[in-house]
């Protein structure tokens, strides 16, 4: 079977193969010959699906699968929504007692869960023959373990470099517990066929590990959102349920976990207001327990007039608050990955202030966004420039935007088609192999 696709140029990475960014080399349409539909084991110790990052890059991943036409035996947590994609079956492992949900982060209840999906994972292996195990973030270790023991070609999705993400959560941030997670991202890159990875910066921790090892950058920036029957809110409704005025709306998406800087969401806050700058800041996302906590913070220091919490929104609702917002807003203060939020706010015709960290200069410059130090203060100044100034406003929306049109549903397809063709070589040279002992 043959299609026409367009494909972009290649360049090596970490010893393998990876496709071009599209600002790179530019693109050449030719014919290319697709793998044959595969038969996936994957394995996503997460909720799937809640509306956070790393579910929401697995969603789209298997969405990317099942569209060539591949089916995937999804195994998952027992917490979060079905997901409706033609060609996928989820298999959930079974609740832990007492616990109705997991956190961002590591906690004994995602071991007892890790540990389960394991067991589960060598028992659908043992019941059907599969063409490929397809693992995410730690579960890269005993699907590894189990492509060894089979033969069955490994793809490990490395969404984060572990001990890194665990120096982001401060009681697990002691030197035997990071040592711990080094030794284990070493291992799963190792016991891994293909590595998938997310940044750039990701793709130089597998060159320093395993050179040679095959490697493909497949970046987040698929946006959209039509796996679930959410309703969404209209620009009237949004903009009375909050309160939102003739004032300027800056929008925060994302978690409230301690790096993505809420404290200087606050704190830029708390100095809008005293400045008297225009500006209303809508804060959605974050689970109930954490909002309620920064709401009474807000309440203590009398920030309440400028900042508005919304909680956590149906993923389809997102695009509907980025429509009424008149900027966006990333104050992510530790990390390297590139956090997902940023190709939706590229895409959004919206302009941006980021805080000046490696996790957002990986894909915006002074051109694309106003970067600002990671302190409230300056995070402040960043938002009062975009306040004051309209044509800027318009100018980085245009060029953060035209930026993101390099991005497209087609590249990202072609990425994970890749690693399959890799998966198809490994498993054509095995049986071959097998054929001839």
């Avoid at 698929?222 to 409704?237: G, H, N, Q, R, Y």
């Avoid at 000046?356 to 420039?385: C, K, M």
């Avoid at 980085?396 to 070589?425: G, T």
Wanted: one cysteine or more; proline letters at 5%.
């Amino acid at each position: 079977m043959t299609t026409t696709v367009t494909r972009q140029r290649t360049d090596a990475v970490a010893g393998g193969e990876r496709v071009a960014s599209p600002e790179g080399n530019g693109f050449a349409t030719e014919r290319a010959t697709l793998v044959h539909p595969m038969h996936i084991l994957m394995a996503a110790p997460q909720p799937i699906f809640e509306p956070r990052g790393t579910p929401l890059s697995v969603v789209y991943r298997i969405r990317a699968l099942c569209r060539a036409g591949h089916r995937v035996d999804l195994l998952t947590y027992p917490y979060g929504r079905d997901v409706r994609i033609d060609g996928l079956r989820i298999i959930r492992v079974p609740r832990v007692p007492g616990v109705s949900g997991v956190g961002i982060g590591p906690s004994g209840a995602k071991l007892a869960l890790d540990g389960m999906m394991a067991v589960r994972l060598c028992a659908l292996m043992a019941a059907r023959r599969y063409d490929c195990i397809w693992s995410h973030e730690e579960a890269g270790l005993f699907c590894g373990v189990a492509s060894r023991v089979t033969g069955v070609p490994h793809v490990y999705d490395m969404h984060s470099d572990l001990s890194q993400q665990i120096k982001n959560y401060g009681r697990y941030a002691t030197a035997p517990i990071v040592w711990a997670f080094d030794a284990l991202t070493r291992s799963m890159i190792h016991l891994a066929d293909v590595v998938l990875t997310i940044c750039d910066d990701l793709v130089k921790t597998i060159a320093s590990i395993a050179p040679g090892k095959r490697a493909l950058l497949v970046e987040n920036y698929c946006t959209e959102v039509d796996f679930l029957d959410d309703d969404v809110p209209s620009a009237d409704e949004l903009r009375a349920r909050h309160r939102l005025d003739d004032r300027v709306t800056a929008l925060y998406v994302g978690s409230l976990e301690p790096y993505q800087g809420i404290e200087i969401l606050i704190g830029a806050a708390a100095a809008l207001q005293q400045r008297k700058v225009p500006c209303r800041m809508l804060i959605v996302g974050g689970r109930p327990a954490q909002v309620n906590r920064l709401r009474a913070e807000v309440l203590e220091r009398g920030i309440g007039e400028t900042v508005e919490l919304a909680g956590s929104v149906p993923p389809a609702a997102v695009n509907a608050y980025i429509d009424v917002a008149d900027m966006l807003l990333t104050s992510r203060s530790m990390g390297t990955n590139v956090p997902l939020k940023l190709y939706s706010y590229m895409k959004s015709g919206k302009p941006i202030v980021a805080t000046n960290i490696f996790s957002h200069t990986q894909l915006l410059d002074d051109r694309t966004a106003v970067l600002a130090d990671p302190d409230g203060e300056s995070f402040a100044e960043g938002i009062g420039r975009m306040v004051g100034d309209a044509s800027l406003r318009r100018r980085l929306a245009s060029n953060a935007r035209a930026k993101a049109d390099a991005f497209s549903n087609e590249s990202f397809d072609l990425r994970i088609e890749q690693a399959l063709r890799w998966v198809s070589e490994l498993n054509q040279r095995r049986r071959g192999s097998c054929a001839g002992s």
